[in-house]
């Protein structure tokens, strides 16, 4: 695809259109090794190698970041009383056009994808692909063994709504890994409160073969490459 110098650099990095106009005219910019000359340069984004002080940039349609959502902010673009999940990013992963692949309540935590590509989102969070979503829960008393068997039957929520099987786990106390592959309005919530347990923290760990990474703490964001972001459409390793 054919790009101006500009746009690619600031599609690609932090920079907006202009602070990427003033890169190339401070020769910060290299284009198949040679100092970019104008800022109006048509590149072509498969063949061209472009350098921004140094480093080079490939061509990226969508971005990709996960998340680990931290309790107190809202999956939401944007909100007028609540602090967002994109209130949270780092001044350099900003771009316009991203939004929460899915939604965690305000006090979940845990692995949320935040992104740019529409049509990857509408994939992850169609029902008829069945994305399995891997939870810790904690409880607000010891979990039976009966609660393995409810998940595995399906259960059926308080309102009468029927949810498809599932899996969980004890981990010992009070705490219970469940899998579920829908993503109904407060889910995990419910479906323990219909088995009569409160839940007390709720923490998403994996999306299909996605973990959410270790070395994140609350809060974080890192970038992935859209090899990583398609994990979500691997089963899980349940
Ligand atoms: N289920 C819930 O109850 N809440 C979440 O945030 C996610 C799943």
Same mark, same amino acid.
């Given at each position: 695809?054919?790009?101006?110098?500009?746009?690619?650099?600031?599609?690609?990095?932090?920079?907006?259109? #202009?602070?990427?106009?003033?890169? !190339?005219?401070?020769?910060?910019?290299?284009?198949?090794?040679?100092?970019?000359? +104008?800022?109006?340069?048509?590149?072509?984004?498969?063949?061209?190698?472009?350098?921004?002080?140094?480093? +080079?940039?490939?061509?990226? #349609?969508?971005?990709?970041?996960?998340?680990?959502?931290?309790?107190?902010?809202?999956?939401?673009? %944007?909100?007028?009383?609540?602090?967002?999940?994109?209130? $949270?990013?780092?001044?350099?992963?900003?771009?316009?056009?991203?939004?929460?692949?899915?939604?965690?309540?305000?006090?979940?935590?845990?692995?949320?994808?935040?992104?740019?590509?529409?049509?990857?989102?509408?994939?992850?969070?169609?029902?008829?692909?069945?994305?399995?979503?891997?939870? !810790?829960?904690?409880?607000?008393?010891?979990?039976?063994?009966?609660?393995?068997?409810?998940?595995?039957?399906? !259960?059926?929520?308080?309102?009468?709504?029927?949810?498809?099987?599932?899996?969980?786990?004890?981990?010992?106390?009070?705490?219970?890994?469940?899998? $579920?592959?829908?993503? #109904?309005?407060?889910?995990?919530?419910?479906?323990?409160?219909?088995?009569?347990?409160?839940?007390?923290?709720?923490?998403?760990?994996?999306?299909?073969?996605?973990?959410?990474?270790?070395?994140?703490?609350?809060?974080?964001?890192?970038?992935?490459?859209? %090899?990583?972001?398609?994990?979500?459409?691997?089963?899980?390793?349940?």
């Amino acid at each position: 695809m054919k790009e101006r110098l500009d746009k690619f650099i600031s599609s690609l990095t932090a920079l907006s259109r #202009k602070e990427a106009q003033k890169a !190339i005219r401070d020769r910060r910019v290299t284009v198949n090794g040679a100092a970019a000359r +104008a800022v109006d340069v048509k590149i072509d984004t498969d063949a061209d190698t472009v350098t921004l002080d140094g480093k +080079a940039l490939t061509y990226q #349609k969508h971005v990709y970041y996960m998340m680990y959502k931290p309790a107190g902010v809202v999956s939401a673009t %944007e909100d007028r009383v609540e602090r967002t999940v994109l209130d $949270i990013l780092p001044p350099e992963l900003r771009r316009n056009g991203l939004f929460p692949a899915g939604r965690l309540d305000k006090d979940t935590t845990g692995l949320l994808i935040v992104t740019d590509d529409g049509d990857y989102a509408h994939r992850m969070l169609s029902p008829r692909k069945h994305v399995v979503k891997r939870y !810790i829960a904690t409880l607000d008393k010891e979990p039976d063994e009966s609660v393995v068997n409810s998940f595995a039957d399906g !259960i059926v929520l308080g309102d009468g709504t029927v949810c498809r099987s599932g899996k969980a786990e004890l981990l010992g106390g009070t705490r219970a890994a469940v899998e $579920i592959s829908e993503g #109904k309005y407060h889910q995990v919530k419910r479906m323990f409160a219909a088995l009569g347990y409160h839940v007390e923290a709720l923490e998403r760990v994996r999306i299909g073969s996605l973990e959410l990474d270790g070395r994140l703490s609350p809060g974080e964001v890192r970038k992935m490459s859209p %090899e990583e972001a398609n994990l979500v459409f691997q089963d899980g390793l349940a």
